[in-house]
Structures are given as C-alpha cells and as structure tokens.
C-alpha cells in the first residue's frame, strides 16, 4: 500500500479563520513533507518532518504551523491567510529521512482563501 | 543551488507514438538522484521514474525510459508507445542524498496525448 491521503479535498476559509489540514500514511515512512503548488507550477517544499521532529522550514510565514503528533500523521494549521495563499497543498512522505528515498504524494487540499 | 530547467512548457504527440522529454539541471555533487514524476489532471502525483547518478545504466519502467547523461547533466525522459493516460503534466525533479530529502522541481512539461 503506498497510499497517502489528504482531508479535506476543497478547502474555503476567509482570512480571520483558522483551520488545519490533514495527511496520513501508514507505511511506516519516517518523512513526511508539505509541499505548495500554485496553478501550472511545480511543487515548493514548504517543510520537511524526520522521526516526527520539524527540519526544513523553507522560511514559510508563520501563518501557516505544521504539526507531526505521530509517524502516522501531519498537520498543517492555517491562521490568518492571504489570498495569496491559495493553491494545491501537497503531502508526501518517504521511508527514511536520511536517505534519498522515493517520495509518494496525497492527492492534495485546494486550498481557497477569500 | 541546484536548478533544474524543463525546456519544453507543452508537447503533444499522437497514440502510439514516442516523444521525449528533456530535461537538464546544476549542480556540483556527485552524488544525486533524479526523478520523473507524472502529475495527471485529477493532480496526484505519481512517481514515473527514478535514478541513481552513481548508476550508468539508464532506468526503465515498461513504456517509460531515461537517457541520463551525466557529464552533460541531463536527464530526459522517453515515453513509448504513448497512450491516452500519459496526458499529463510532467516534473523532472532533483535530490541530493543527506540533505533530508530536500526534493526540487523543474517547471513542468505539459504532455497531451492524441487519439
């Protein structure tokens, strides 16, 4: 199984409200990652989890605050977006962080920020 | 940095036909990892294919095949006889190993397949 699944798929919110987007996996991988893709471009790396513990944050405003309460699961917490902050929110994850290991992708949140 | 340039933003070819897709980057290690990666319009991404750069053989998963040049650092991706399901958006994408997975993207090659 090398599923990676996304809640919720859409994703509404004005700028004053909070919500938190969600990923899980469970084949044991150890790396979990946010990517942000806009309309017809490629994924940005937004933060990288190894062994549930943050270790890349690319410099992404602090409205956005990733969680890892488990191998299992990711959460990003959204707090006073832009507009500019709507797009594809990608999840993946890999086997070991301390390797170049395949990285398999959710099916994303579309994101949108009125 | 590394970079990884897609030369060609949208390609179309007919079913059954072979096109080819390229794709350079920079960079100064020598020890790296490429990868093609298919981002279908219902937008999963999907891992095609993926090399070692230590490894001289070129990869290949059925229909699909890399020609890895690594003096010439490219790294193209052919797909034989194309089908309707490879209508795609395709990333050419580079890691470096114990840089904890830090994974970065061409632009992007739009692939539309016609019947």
């Known amino acids: 199984d090398t599923e990676v699944t996304q809640t919720p798929k859409h994703l509404v919110m004005g700028m004053t409200n909070k919500k938190s987007l969600k990923c899980e996996q469970h084949?044991?991988?150890?790396?979990m990652y946010w990517y942000k893709q806009k309309a017809k471009k490629p994924p940005e790396l937004m933060f990288v989890y190894s062994y549930e513990k943050l270790s890349i944050n690319e410099s992404v405003p602090s409205r956005f605050s990733p969680e890892c309460p488990n191998s299992s699961l990711l959460n990003l917490h959204l707090h006073a977006l832009q507009p500019e902050d709507s797009a594809l929110y990608l999840c993946a994850s890999s086997q070991d962080p301390s390797w170049a290991d395949t990285q398999y992708f959710g099916p994303g949140t579309r994101l949108t920020v009125l | 940095a590394q970079t990884v340039t897609q030369s060609q933003p949208e390609m179309s070819v007919q079913e059954a036909e072979t096109v080819t897709l390229s794709c350079t980057y920079d960079t100064s290690e020598n020890n790296y990892y490429l990868f093609w990666y298919k981002q279908p319009p219902s937008r999963q991404m999907i891992l095609v294919i993926r090399q070692e750069a230590y490894k001289q053989q070129n990869a290949t998963e059925n229909r699909f095949s890399v020609n890895f040049q690594k003096a010439a650092k490219s790294f193209s991706l052919k797909i034989s006889d194309s089908q309707l399901g490879d209508t795609a958006m395709y990333f050419c994408a580079f890691m470096k190993p114990y840089n904890n997975n830090d994974m970065r993207f061409g632009a992007g090659t739009r692939l539309t397949v016609k019947p």
């Open positions: 084949m044991g991988h150890r790396a």
